[in-house]
């Protein structure tokens, strides 16, 4: 049966501030889900803490709002326990790359097959503007009494350095771009990242929706110049074809990740589906693992007694 974005939302009161980004990255998120025909039982959206991690709230499917910093290891517990989940992480810049920096890093040795959209506006929105990781180094939004004195983190940057298989950025108002975006971060075998750039009206004074379209750069004839380029549309191929040319994609991914300020690219920058993903990883060494995960394992009988037998576990603990 096909799906609408509409099937996708709930009737909770959505309470961020007009003309926030996350809207854009809802609406794309509920179209995606629509587009893959994905039935909302089957789909759960994991978040942590943050403006971002209340999208959970908003979409008709399963979802668990988790701690802060924590959403990729709660994500990768649930894939894990049943990979016949399709699991999508989505939080903040400071949620993922402040106390949660460990766990963004660690998830791309992992490389489970599962889809992690990073909400970035450059400060803590819930906790009144301050900087986040990825605010530019010097930079002074209106929340700031002085210059931000901390280097930024670049989120796509990191994800090919650290093994995520794709990585990709979008922006939040270019919702059809940012909806295939997403589309191709979920049907992608292994994990992915796709960097959600997105104006903070209320706090981020700098990064607004104005200089995202070069409002400030008109040229001749009054017309702005966007600051955004779609590599898709330059000809750029981010994708690994052979074992050979890794290194290759991983640096020409590297390199345009890089450019900011007058042209900031969107789209794919990386994309390996050659390496095995954790759960083809897992099956090796338990062969029946995908025929028989966790979560579909009884523990019980009809009579509440543990049907499990942890003889052969405690005979591997013994030292003598």
């Known amino acids: 049966m096909a799906h609408k974005a509409s099937e996708y939302k709930t009737d909770n009161y959505v309470d961020w501030c007009p003309g926030c980004g996350d809207f854009g990255i809802l609406s794309a998120l509920q179209m995606a ?47 894990v326990a049943n990979p016949n989940l399709e699991v999508i992480g989505v939080g903040g810049d400071g949620d993922g790359l402040g106390i949660g920096a460990g766990h963004f890093v660690n998830a791309g040795r992992r490389n489970i097959d599962m889809a992690y959209l990073l909400y970035n506006n450059g400060v803590y929105g819930l906790t009144k503007g301050q900087a986040s990781p990825t605010l530019r180094l010097g930079m002074q939004t209106k929340a700031l009494p002085k210059p931000n004195i901390n280097e930024a983190i670049n989120p796509v940057a990191l994800a090919i350095t650290a093994g995520y298989t794709f990585a990709a950025r979008s922006y939040a108002f270019d919702v059809m771009h940012l909806k295939n975006t997403i589309k191709q971060a979920i049907e992608h075998k292994g994990l992915a990242l796709v960097e959600c750039l997105q104006p903070c009206p209320v706090y981020n004074d700098i990064n607004t ?83 028989n995960p966790p979560a579909k394992q009884q523990l019980k009988d ?12 405690m005979d591997d603990l013994k030292t003598s």
């Open 302 to 313: 009809e009579n509440g007694v543990s049907t499990l037998d942890l003889g052969e576990f």
């Open 209 to 291: 929706k104005d200089w995202y379209a070069g409002e400030d750069r008109k040229d001749a004839s009054g017309k702005p110049q966007s600051r955004l380029y779609k590599l898709e549309e330059a000809g750029f191929d981010p994708v690994v074809h052979d074992a050979g040319e890794v290194w290759k994609k991983k640096a020409a991914g590297l390199e345009k990740a890089q450019e900011w300020e007058d042209r900031i690219p969107i789209g794919i920058f990386y994309k390996n589906e050659l390496e095995p993903t954790f759960q083809e990883r897992f099956t090796k060494r338990i062969p029946f693992y995908l025929e």
């Open 33 to 79: 889900l629509a587009e893959l025909n994905l039935e909302p039982h089957n789909v759960v959206v994991v978040s942590g803490v943050g403006n971002a991690a209340k999208t959970p709230h908003f979409v008709k499917v399963n979802g668990v709002h988790t701690l802060h910093g924590r959403l990729l290891p709660f994500a990768m517990g649930i894939k």
